[in-house]
Structure formats: structure tokens, C-alpha cells
């Protein structure tokens, strides 16, 4: 008895001091919940990967060092995807697999530890299996999800009100805009009755509740997700969606390079909408992701300058808005183990616009072309309400009116600056100039000597085609595609200016422009196509592809025999690429239509030859995985495309061909040592025919084993051989586990 009171005393104290922010339960003020959250974090591509556990995409374990570095960086929420699918007892009994939510309760419980605001939720199953379920085989997925949140309610439910539940991350259906409405009604609001009826301090925990793809895009769907938490009539429900930016900006397509007043605006119509919407009336908003989808290929389709400008803005306008942001990081921002900022510039920006704005400028670079005359360089600075204070030459203040002048918010380096600067004459980065201001980030301008880019003449295929490339110090901004008749060619034929890192790609370590996984040639008319590379610097060169089937042959096209034209500001997107546009041209939608079907066609191509090659392995639950997630690709790629709109239906696709891309590494190192086996097995097979029946043979024609022993001699070799090949094949897959499938 004595033990027992002890216990329960323990208990108390633990719930009592769990609360102390909250002596009244009821009384918590959801406003100020969600303000405290700010800002927050999202641990990417790890209990959400689709694989084997934590690691399947690529990210080590999470440790208790991580989740401290979070806090530490200044972090104040942390969401944490999950994914169940391969996680759940198969059959009808949905069972969480124990090791996995075990797992997840550590890292709830160290982020909770670190004083962070945590939010769990459902994560990539809403494209898994949710997506068609609902729609296929309604009671079947309807009752998973239930039990989904049956089990986590009741694991979590005496944990503190700090913890929130997000229903569905990114929801997305099958049907017809009414069905899709009405199967999110459905899982929010059972989600909603599960939770508040599973007991504990769930009664009043804080509900996260998205829009249909947790898109802040549409009114109406902005306008359904608001009457449903109207009548769920609770005050502890929070409204989620997602930004990713101006689509063109954000991909670096259709010419829009620049973070311009298109992106700006786009930035603060999504806000006041949603705000209008939520905030203005009571109901707290957290912008559960945001970044640029250019990042989904990788960090630097969009300019860094460029990039800085979009993140100091949309963080200022969100939290103008009173709308809580977190960051997507799939990893590719802070180092789950170098716990470093793969771009300190850009955290420093960020950093800073949490609690105020920073001044910018029009670009981050002053190009100076080798052996041409230097002259002052003018810069115009957005000081957003801040006032310039110094500029810095490796921490050292230069002399105003003698290496620099400053004119209203023009900025004018002098060219006896600039001169000393590059005195060396070496091609690339020579300085950088560092702008202080009163408060916020600095601003950086990197010096840079180059010299015109040279393009050299190639031939290849078009699954492996480069154009050897000698940059010179300068950067590639752009590509422009053109058919001899003015028309544009390969992907996004809606736009002459191709998608940057997927359309076309420059590595400026191996000197050569890429076209990754032929999807520009993929697109293309078999004949002439003039393309022109535009560079940071304003150069511009022009090159001339023919294409003959499978063949490519390239050549550069000198200034004198033809001078490309200056791209325009940007070229205009078909009314349905554009974010708010709801009138869509017929033409330009069978266009879309066309070149998505053809991406169709090439992955589902892909998707029958993996699968061919994975019936000549050994059925393994790893196997059957794959298979399973092919088949769902699959699925989907058959019956998708017309319910969704142009621009998700193509990031999903770029999404399946990544995955693939992945698989079939895996694949082909899993064929690559059945071949051993099988060679190991036939040596041996080979060695007993050499063999006689009565038993081992002796080269000079003398039995010097009987049968018996040479049974047990070649058992245990064998048995050697095949513990040797099991140790090596135990390495193998721990080492595959790095695979970002």
C-alpha cells in the first residue's frame, strides 16, 4: 500500500508540473498557444520515410543531441510526420507495430523535454492509401484511419497539452470536388471525436485540421474547412495549410528568376486570404510547411539572393498575419548529426526575420569581366525600413566616399574598390562586401571576375547527352527552347524558358550542362531546336541541338551568326498555372494534358520493368514492400491524373520518378548478389560432378574418401560458404538502409 500511495503522489506531481502553464485546463487561450509556437520545425523525411524504418530516405537516426540542437537554434514547435502504412499489423486488426511507436513516443517525449511544442500526425498514408481508399474501398480505409487514431489517443492521452494532433497532412482524394469535400469532412471529424472521447487530457487538447491538400489557394476550400470547425463548435481546434510560393518562382520556370512583385504579391494574396478567412476570425493558422518546391530537386534552382529575398519576406508577412510558420527540412537544412545549417546565410535570414525585417538589395553579386575596364557599380538596397550602417570587407569598416558611396538607398561601390578587389584577375569569387544595417541580417555582395562562357560541340543520346561547358566564373540563370518555327519546345511547351534542374541542369565542378534523366529530349521533336543559356553576369550564348531518334548532336552557335534576344521579363503562364486564375484556356489545357500523359506513359514503362525484374528475386518482406509501393505507383498513374490540378499532378509525378529512380538502385544491387549466389552455388555444384559415387576421387585415380565423409566435407564447406555470404549480405543491407528510397 505504502508503494502504491507513493506511485500515485508520484503521478500527481508529474501531471500537476506537466500543466503548470495551465492551472485551468479550461481556460487555455488557443491564440496565444499558437503565437507561442512560433517558430517551428518539421522533422522531414524520417518517421514519415516509406521504407524499412526512420532511415529509409536518407536521414540517420534521431538522437536526443538532435531534438536539443532544434531548441537551441530557437525553435519553439517541432512537428513530427508519421507514416503507418508499412507500420500497421496487416489484415483487419491495424495494430501500430510496437518498436515503431516506441520510437515516436522518445521523440515526443525528448522534444517536450527541450520545452518545444510538438505536433504529430498522418502523414504520406494520405497518398498511400487514404488518396484512393476513400474512394475505392471507403469502410475498409475509414476504419484504418480510425484506428490509427484510436491507438495514438490512448498512448498519448495523458501526456501534456503541449503535444497537439494533426488529423492528415496534405489531404488529397479521389471523386468529384463534392466527393473529395465530403471524404475530408469525414476523417476530420471523426478524427475529432476520437480524440475527444478517448479520455486523458485529450478532452481539450489542441486539434490540427487541414484544408484539402493543405492548400491555401482556394476560397472554397479555405471556406469548407471554416464551416467545419464553425460547427464542431471547439475552442481548441487549429487550422493548417502549406506555401511553397509562386509555382514559377518557386521551380525557377517560365523565365521567373527573380524573387519580383509577382511573387511578392502572390505572398500576401495567399495570407490575406487565409487570414481573412481564420485569424480574423478566432481561429488560429499554423503554416505547417513552407519553403520552394525548387528544393525538392535541390537548394540551388533558385539564386540565392534571390531565395533570401523570399524567405525574409514570406516569414515578415506570415507573422504580420499572425500566422505561425515551420519549416519543411527534409534534412537538406540542419545537419542531423554536423547539427550545422547547410546555408548559414539563408538560417541567418530567417533568424532575423522572426523578430524583425532585414534590408536586402537587388542582387548579392557585382560581376567584373576579365581585362575590360571597371567602372563604379550601383546597387539599389531594400532597406524595409531599416538604415544601411556599414560596409565590411572581412570585418574591417571601408571608407565612405572613398571605397563606397551611399546615395538614398542607391549604393555605389567605387571602381578603385572593385579594382584592388580583383587586382589578381582570377576567374570566380574574389570579395565579399558585407552591408550592415541597424538591425536584421546582413547583406552580402560576392565579387566575382569572369570571363564569356564557352560551349563546345557534342554528340550523345538522349539518356546521357551533356554540352561540355567551360563557365568561365559565371552562373547559368536560365534556358531558353525554341523550334525554328518560334514555337516552344520540350517540357512545359506553354513556355519557351525550360524548368531549372529539371528541364536542364549546369555542374560547375565536372564543367558541363546536364538534361537530367532525358526529360528534356523526352518532350522533343525530332529535328532542329535553338536554345540560348542566359548567365548572371547578362551574357548570353546561343547552341543548336538536332535530334534523330535516340541521337543528339550539338553546336555552338557564335554571336556573329546569330544574337540571341533578350529574354523578356517573363514569359506568361496559361491561366491555370497561375496560383489564383480560374478561367483556363482549352488549347493550353490538351497541352498540359498531352505532356503529362507522355510522363505517364514513360513511368509506367519503368514501373512494368521493375517489376519484371523483382519476380526473378527470392521473396523477402523487403521484396514485398517494393512491390506493394510499385503497385501503388501504379495505381496511381492509371486512375489519378484527372483529379488533380496540372501543377500537384506534376510534382507528384517528379516525386514517383525520384522514388523510382531510387528503387531501382536498390533492385539492381539486390540482382547483383543473387548473380553471386548463383555463381557460388554452381562452382559448387560443379565440384560435386567432379566427384565419383563411391566417393572422393584422388587426381591419380585412388578413392581417398568414402562417400559419407565426402558428404559431410562438401556440407561443411558449403555451410562456410553460405555463413560467409549471409555476414557479407547482413553489411550490405545495414548499408542500404542510407538509400533515400
Excluded: C
Aim: charged residues 25%; aromatic residues 12%; proline residues 3%.
Amino acid at each position: 500500500m505504502i508503494i502504491l500511495a507513493s506511485v500515485l503522489v508520484v503521478s500527481m506531481f508529474l501531471v500537476e508540473t506537466s500543466f503548470a502553464f495551465n492551472e485551468d485546463k479550461q481556460e487555455m487561450d488557443i491564440q496565444q498557444y499558437v503565437q507561442e509556437m512560433q517558430p517551428g520545425w518539421n522533422l522531414g523525411n524520417t518517421f514519415d520515410a516509406v521504407g524499412k524504418d526512420e532511415t529509409a530516405w536518407g536521414n540517420p537516426f534521431v538522437s536526443k543531441e538532435l531534438i536539443k540542437e532544434i531548441a537551441a537554434q530557437g525553435f519553439k514547435s517541432i512537428r513530427i510526420p508519421l507514416t503507418f502504412d508499412q507500420r500497421m499489423a496487416e489484415g483487419h486488426d491495424y495494430t501500430i507495430k510496437e518498436d515503431f511507436l516506441n520510437r515516436v513516443t522518445q521523440a515526443v517525449d525528448w522534444s517536450l523535454e527541450e520545452g518545444l511544442y510538438v505536433m504529430i500526425n498522418v502523414h504520406h498514408d494520405s497518398w498511400i492509401w487514404l488518396e484512393s481508399g476513400m474512394y475505392e474501398e471507403y469502410d475498409e480505409s475509414f476504419a484504418r484511419f480510425q484506428e490509427i487514431w484510436q491507438q495514438l489517443s490512448a498512448h498519448f492521452k495523458d501526456y501534456p497539452l503541449e503535444l497537439m494532433f494533426e488529423s492528415i497532412n496534405e489531404p488529397r482524394f479521389w471523386g468529384t470536388e463534392e466527393e473529395k469535400r465530403g471524404f475530408l469532412y469525414d476523417l476530420n471529424t471523426s478524427f475529432y471525436d476520437i480524440v475527444r472521447e478517448s479520455g486523458g487530457h485529450n478532452d481539450i487538447r489542441p486539434l490540427v485540421l487541414p484544408t484539402l491538400d493543405s492548400s491555401p489557394d482556394h476560397i472554397e476550400e479555405l471556406e469548407h474547412l471554416y464551416e467545419t470547425i464553425i460547427e464542431l463548435d471547439d475552442p481548441y481546434l487549429i487550422s493548417t495549410v502549406h506555401f511553397y510560393g509562386f509555382w514559377p518562382f518557386s521551380v525557377n520556370v517560365a523565365g521567373h528568376t527573380h524573387f519580383d512583385n509577382e511573387a511578392k504579391n502572390h505572398i500576401m494574396e495567399t495570407f490575406d486570404r487565409v487570414a481573412d478567412r481564420f485569424t480574423a476570425n478566432g481561429i488560429p493558422v499554423v503554416l505547417g510547411e513552407y519553403g520552394l518546391l525548387g528544393f525538392d530537386t535541390h537548394t540551388g534552382v533558385v539564386q540565392q539572393g534571390e531565395k533570401l529575398k523570399f524567405f525574409e519576406f514570406m516569414i515578415h508577412y506570415a507573422q504580420e498575419k499572425e500566422i505561425t510558420h515551420m519549416l519543411w527540412d527534409n534534412g537538406q537544412h540542419f545537419g542531423r548529426t554536423t547539427f550545422e545549417w547547410a546555408d548559414q546565410e539563408l538560417y541567418d535570414m530567417m533568424r532575423a526575420s522572426w523578430e524583425t525585417r532585414s534590408a536586402t538589395a537587388e542582387a548579392n553579386f557585382i560581376y567584373l569581366q576579365s581585362g575590360e575596364d571597371i567602372e563604379d557599380r550601383s546597387l539599389e538596397l531594400n532597406l524595409n525600413g531599416n538604415e544601411f550602417v556599414s560596409l565590411l570587407l572581412e570585418g574591417q569598416p571601408l571608407i565612405e566616399g572613398e571605397d563606397y558611396v551611399l546615395n538614398g538607398q542607391q549604393l555605389i561601390v567605387k571602381a578603385n574598390l572593385l579594382e584592388e578587389l580583383t587586382s589578381a584577375d582570377s576567374l570566380g569569387e574574389n570579395a565579399v562586401l558585407t552591408a550592415t544595417f541597424n538591425q536584421g541580417a546582413d547583406w552580402y555582395f560576392k565579387v566575382i571576375t569572369y570571363d564569356i562562357p564557352v560551349l563546345e560541340n557534342s554528340e550523345g543520346n538522349t539518356s546521357d547527352y551533356v554540352i561540355p561547358a567551360q563557365f568561365n566564373g559565371d552562373a547559368l540563370q536560365t534556358m531558353e527552347a525554341i523550334y525554328p518555327d518560334g514555337s516552344a519546345a520540350g517540357p512545359h511547351n506553354w513556355t519557351t524558358f525550360k524548368e531549372f534542374g529539371y528541364a536542364f541542369s549546369p555542374d560547375y565542378e565536372k564543367d558541363e550542362i546536364s538534361f537530367p534523366y532525358g526529360r528534356f529530349f523526352d518532350e522533343l521533336n525530332d529535328g532542329d531546336v535553338n536554345l540560348t543559356f542566359y548567365f548572371w553576369s547578362g551574357e548570353s550564348l546561343s547552341y543548336q541541338l538536332t535530334k534523330k531518334g535516340d541521337e543528339i548532336v550539338g553546336v555552338f552557335v557564335p554571336e556573329d551568326e546569330e544574337t540571341p534576344t533578350e529574354p523578356e521579363e517573363e514569359n506568361p503562364l496559361p491561366d491555370d498555372l497561375e496560383e489564383e486564375n480560374d478561367s483556363v484556356e482549352e488549347d493550353k489545357k490538351e497541352e498540359q494534358i498531352k505532356e503529362l500523359q507522355q510522363k505517364v506513359n514513360e513511368l509506367q514503362e519503368q514501373i512494368s520493368y521493375l517489376l519484371s525484374q523483382i519476380e526473378s528475386l527470392d521473396v523477402t518482406a523487403e521484396i514485398s514492400e517494393i512491390k506493394s509501393k510499385l503497385k501503388e505507383f501504379e495505381r496511381f498513374l492509371e486512375e489519378e491524373l484527372n483529379s488533380l490540378e496540372f501543377a500537384l499532378a506534376l510534382k507528384r509525378i517528379q516525386e514517383i520518378e525520384s522514388e523510382l529512380n531510387k528503387l531501382k538502385t536498390i533492385i539492381e544491387e539486390w540482382q547483383k548478389e543473387k548473380e553471386k549466389e548463383e555463381e557460388l552455388a554452381s562452382t559448387i555444384n560443379n565440384e560435386d560432378e567432379g566427384s565419383s559415387g563411391g566417393g572422393a576421387v584422388d587426381k591419380k585415380g585412388g578413392d581417398i574418401l568414402p562417400n559419407t565423409a565426402t558428404n559431410v566435407f562438401n556440407y561443411l564447406l558449403l555451410g562456410g560458404l553460405l555463413f560467409l555470404l549471409g555476414a557479407a549480405l547482413t553489411v550490405y543491407l545495414k548499408r542500404r538502409q542510407s538509400f533515400e528510397m
